[in-house]
T-cell receptor
Framework: GGIITQTPKFLIGQEGQKLTLKCQQN?????MYWYRQDSGKGLRLIYY???????QKGDLSEGYDASREKKSSFSLTVTSAQKNEMAVFLC?????????????FGEGSRLIVV | GDSVTQTEGQVALSEEDFLTIHCNYS??????LFWYVQYPGEGPQLLFR?????EKGSSRGFEATYDKGTTSFHLRKASVQESDSAVYYC????????????FGEGTKLTVSS
């Protein structure tokens, strides 16, 4: 088995601030994802990465940057935090990038903008 | 684009009640369909998946049958327990495409004893 670790669990920042969330996985999976979870809206894909140094935009990428500098880690940056961005951010990984693969999720990081 | 719709936002049941959560999808071809469950304080985890028309997925007493004719993958359980209280997500990935999932809005199930 493996685990996905997201840090921090809670991230508090001010409006306009640049904020970064980090994700580590020890599954040795190739593909990693960042989803945003809003109540009543489900999970929406922000960015994903098929392999190290690869980045693919999801439907919700505007206002976010991502970085995959090594296979085990994937970070997400909110470029200018807004109060309407308060949500839970979920990191996930899968063994490959093809359809049908299971995604394994971390416990999430909650963003609070004051 | 592809989409998933869950009809019920919240469902409240008593123990031993029958559960149905409706899931309909819109996608071309034969997407792989999934049910994920998220317990409080945890990330979503796979309940089961199905890849072909009429295929039944099942786990922990939950089941759903892939129906291409009605583009549905409804989740059912004959007798729910308090421990089933969680948020349930229906999702799809485009067969032949990437593993990235498109999720429904989620259904919060609350089971009381």
């Amino acid at each position: 088995g493996g685990i996905i670790t997201q840090t921090p669990k809670f991230l508090i920042g001010q409006e306009g601030q640049k904020l970064t969330l980090k994700c580590q996985q020890n599954f040795n999976h190739d593909t990693m994802y960042w989803y945003r979870q809003d109540s009543g809206k489900g999970l929406r894909l922000i960015y994903y990465s098929i392999t190290e140094n690869d980045l693919q935009k999801g439907d919700l990428s505007e206002g976010y940057d991502a970085s995959r500098e090594k296979k085990s880690s994937f970070s997400l940056t909110v470029t200018s935090a807004q109060k309407n961005e308060m949500a839970v951010f979920l990191c996930a990984s899968s063994i490959g990038h093809l359809s049908g693969n299971t995604l394994y999720f971390g416990e999430g990081s909650r963003l609070i903008v004051v | 684009g592809d989409s998933v719709t869950q009809t019920e936002g919240q469902v409240a049941l008593s123990e031993e009640d029958f559960l149905t959560i409706h899931c309909n999808y819109s996608a071309s071809g034969y997407p792989t369909l999934f049910w994920y469950v998220q317990y409080p304080g945890e990330g979503p985890q796979l309940l089961f998946r199905a890849s072909r028309d009429k295929e039944k997925g099942s786990s922990r007493g939950f089941e759903a049958t892939y129906d291409k004719g009605t583009t549905s993958f409804h989740l059912r359980k004959a007798s729910v327990q308090e421990s089933d209280s969680a948020v349930y997500y229906c999702a799809l990935s485009d067969r032949g495409g990437s593993a990235k999932l498109i999720f429904g809005e989620g259904t919060k199930l609350t089971v009381s004893s």
